[in-house]
């Protein structure tokens, strides 16, 4: 009886963990449009409407705990801060909830009158649904889909913490009511990028754990860096391989140059402009758009 | 726990909440730089309760749900969720812990298993970028909030699994004292 009843669980972990184990093979060895994607997109779709609800019923509960643990770190600031949080601690909570969405609207709405920034992009507004727990692979889910014009590999901008925005990831997966983002900080992603104004070009990388520090890598030493600059896509005109991006999106600004006597390039730590932690409203820019303004590349 | 279409119909349920509550609404609330994350409590809290066969059945399907739901590697939550779920379903059948406070360190103990042992599959999956330490502080954090919320939490899915257990979780209870009066040849025994 004792020796059937150990067989018995010894057999039940074994299935779940060769279950477990033969679906990653399978789904990292299919390609996007395999079995196991498609069963994932539909499963996203079932679940989007119960998402969308809950992620709206529970946002006021969601705010006025975000509210509380801004007002904990703050007791630890200086006295402006404190002086903030005393203000911010006479607005309602629901008042709170409708500027922020108001503010990021707003932000993402004026993004595309920077003068950089490609027109003709004809941007769709979704809401935030659903975002990965894990540092490991940070993406987010949105409530529009295919059914609103949104395709794979198409950019998306998102609002930032004042004022302004940039870019904060493409879309990876689609269905006909919800899109899968990726964000610039999920540790698969690689944006090539410019510094403005003097053009110095590389590659965006992410620094999992940490969404507000980001590496453009690939800048050759001596190419002249400064700290507050502006980077933005680069995108490429290469038939073979052509950016994900249109050039001209903000990404973020310059905090950091490292330059390191041993290694090739130096590491510039950027900034992202896009609030990446607390997301409600993104654009995702569904056509190409043309470049506004031409950046001088030496 | 009783097999049976109850228990598989409510367990079901109390996945589908526990997921959907975690990605739209308590990924977003963050304490101290960190959220709290409900998954690894519903499975330690069904392992700790029902045993540890309900507990890797109910990790797997736990970590599906949340792979099909966010897109992500699937079966890479299901893999490590199932350890935890077995893992914690062992220690109560081999330990039979019975003390009030017995949540707290295994929920502390589940999660810390979990985000470790999810990082280890991601960094043995696909992680090519540079990993910034806050990302230890992020999991510290993680165990200790999951670590607070512990106590309402598994006595709330003690409530919800009461009707479909088999043996009803709880304090052991008390041995009668001796007996020192009645006849003489039974005093000073336990009866």
Known sequence: MYDKTVRRRRAALLIFVALSIGLLTVYFGESASGGLHAIQRGAQEALAPIEEGASRAFKPVRDAINWAGDVFDAKSE??????????????????????REAEQLRSLVGLPKDELF???????TARVIARSPTSWQSSIQIDKGSGAGIHEDMPVVAAGGDGGGGLAGTVTSVSGGTATVTLITDESSAVSAQVMPDGAAGIVRPTVGDPSDMLLDFIEKG????????????????????????????????TEVDAEERELYQRVHIEPFADLKRMDFVQVLTRRGVEQAQVLVP | ???????????????????????????????????????P?????????????????????????????????????SLVLT????GVGRYREQRDPSHGLTPIPVAAAA?????????????????????????????????????????????????????????????????????????????????
Do not use: H
């Open chain 1, 118 to 124: 490609p027109q003709g992009t004809e941007p769709i």
């Open chain 2, 41 to 77: 409590l519903l499975v330690a809290a069904v392992a700790l309760y029902a045993g540890s066969v309900p507990g890797a059945a109910t990790g797997f399907f736990t970590g599906l749900l949340l792979d099909l739901a966010l897109g992500t590697n699937l079966g890479a939550s």
């Open chain 2, 1 to 39: 726990m009783i097999p049976g279409p109850s228990s598989v119909i409510r367990v079901a349920l109390m996945i589908l909440v526990a997921v959907v509550f975690q990605i739209a609404c308590l990924v977003q609330i963050r304490v101290l730089g960190g959220t709290a994350d409900i998954t």
């Open chain 1, 78 to 99: 200086n006295k402006k801060l404190k002086d903030e949080v005393a203000q911010l601690r006479e607005d309602l909570a629901e008042s709170q909830t409708a500027q």
């Open chain 2, 111 to 191: 999660t810390a298993a979990y985000v470790l042992a999810y990082a280890a599959v991601s960094f043995m999956l696909s992680i090519d970028a540079p990993v910034s330490l806050l990302v230890v502080r992020e999991m510290l954090i993680t165990v200790l909030l999951n670590a607070l919320i512990a106590m309402p939490f598994f006595a709330i899915t003690r409530r919800l699994l009461r009707p479909v257990l088999l043996v009803e979780p709880g304090p052991r209870a008390r041995r009668d004292s001796t007996i020192s009066s009645g006849p003489i040849g039974l005093r000073g025994l336990e009866v």
């Open chain 1, 223 to 254: 190419r002249p860096v400064s700290t507050d600059t502006t980077v933005i896509t680069s995108g490429t005109r290469s038939d073979r391989f052509e950016s994900l991006f249109p050039r001209g999106i903000p990404i973020g600004q310059v």
């Open chain 2, 83 to 86: 350890a935890v779920g077995y």
